[in-house]
């Protein structure tokens, strides 16, 4: 079904609005917070300390490596890069 245009009810021209500020927002999420009665959890992932950062590496694995640990990824659900991570912390300890 294609869009009609409503002459009445243009479509807001978003290139005329301005941005909130970061004391606006806080204002925002604090009368939020006071209405709902609630403390609202912070958005986005929690950042990681340095020793839980990883670091980018690239490495040249056996085609048969990365087969294994693709079938082992999907089995658990997670990443294939986990599984490998995960596999030479165990041997590495």
């Not at 927002?25 to 990681?48: N, Q, S, T, W, Y």
């Amino acid at each position: 079904m294609k869009y009609k245009r409503d002459p009445e009810n243009p479509p807001f021209d978003f290139s005329r609005a301005r941005r909130v500020t970061p004391e606006e927002h806080a204002m925002f999420h604090k009368a939020v917070e006071d209405k709902l009665g609630i403390k609202l959890p912070p958005r986005g992932r929690p950042p990681k300390e340095d020793h839980e950062r990883h670091k980018p590496v690239s490495i040249r694995l056996h085609p048969k490596a990365i087969a294994w640990a693709k079938q082992e990824a999907k089995r658990r659900g997670v990443g294939y890069q986990t599984v490998i991570n995960d596999v030479l912390l165990r041997h590495a300890a």
